[in-house]
């Protein structure tokens, strides 16, 4: 009688142990603040810098617009999709440096866009403009690209927006799945000298504060999957019993068998 009263504790805590809970799927929970507390939450994001291979969109334009039709070789429908800027657009090349229409080379790397924004027309100013031509610069990233690998739709996604948090990204991609590790998500991130991966904990409304909440183009979000998923467990404590019921009755079942033989 005391071995089954074990067997069932184990098969309980079987149970209820290796199931997923809401704590593994919630995202932003609030683990240190009373619920009668204000939380208040600093959005920590940095202005990108342009990195080699980035394609910059660059319009200008002016009083006459003649004057810049140099600058604006294309005029298409198809100029601010992905792949019209891939051939019209300003690729950063691996020094750096964009070619410009009369300008010539400008180094752009380690820039923000505001930053190159006011070096282009800067220089247009000294070399081609008067003030008198009243011109004005636009300077664009060619679209967000990040890729996402793991426990959620895997591929590369682009996003026509200046700021995209994690959790936006996240769910232009399908969003994780059950089975996916929320707790520790990887942001591979690009920089000048190499490649840092960092973590963030999308179940802590803290993540909201972390550097890594906003994605940066060419990030890398990984999902590594759950424990229970690598053990082979189910997701909920349904399927537990249902596997637990299958394993015990063929032991019953072999059991009955070589008793019989």
């Known amino acids: 009688m005391k071995r089954w009263f074990l067997v069932v504790l184990v098969i309980l ?11 593994d799927l919630v995202y932003l929970q609030d683990k240190g603040v ?24 660059i319009n200008v334009k002016a009083l006459d617009p003649e004057l810049v039709s140099i600058f604006n070789p294309v005029e298409s429908g198809n100029g601010s999709s992905q792949g019209g800027l891939y051939f ?33 027309e800067s220089e247009l100013l000294k070399q081609y403009f008067k003030e008198s031509a009243e011109i004005f610069v636009t300077v664009k990233l060619s679209g967000l690209k990040y890729t996402t690998v793991g426990e959620i739709g895997a591929g590369v996604h682009i ?4 700021r995209v948090n994690i959790i936006e990204a996240l769910a232009n991609a399908g969003d994780i799945s059950q089975t996916g ?28 504060q972390s550097p890594f909440y906003y994605i940066q183009p060419n990030d890398i979000i990984l999902v590594k999957p759950l ?31 070589t008793k019989n033989l």
């Open 88 to 120: 019209s657009g300003f690729t950063v090349d691996l020094h750096g440096n964009i070619e410009f229409p009369i300008l010539g080379k400008i180094n752009v790397l380690g820039f923000t866009i505001d930053e190159i924004k006011d070096k282009v």
């Open 34 to 57: 009373n619920g009668s507390d204000t939380l208040s939450i600093k959005e920590l994001s940095k202005p990108y810098r342009v990195q080699v291979n980035d394609i910059l969109s």
């Open 181 to 208: 590790d929320r707790k520790d998500i990887l942001v591979i991130r690009q920089y000048p000298n190499g490649q840092k991966i960092h973590h963030i904990d999308l179940t802590d409304i803290k993540a909201m």
């Open 13 to 23: 805590n079987m149970v209820f142990v290796s199931c997923i809970t809401n704590k």
């Open 159 to 162: 996003l026509y927006q200046d």
């Open 227 to 257: 424990k229970r998923k690598a053990i082979g467990a189910g997701q909920t404590a349904i399927q537990n019993l249902t596997t637990i019921a299958s394993i015990l009755s063929v032991l019953v079942s072999t059991y009955f068998l």
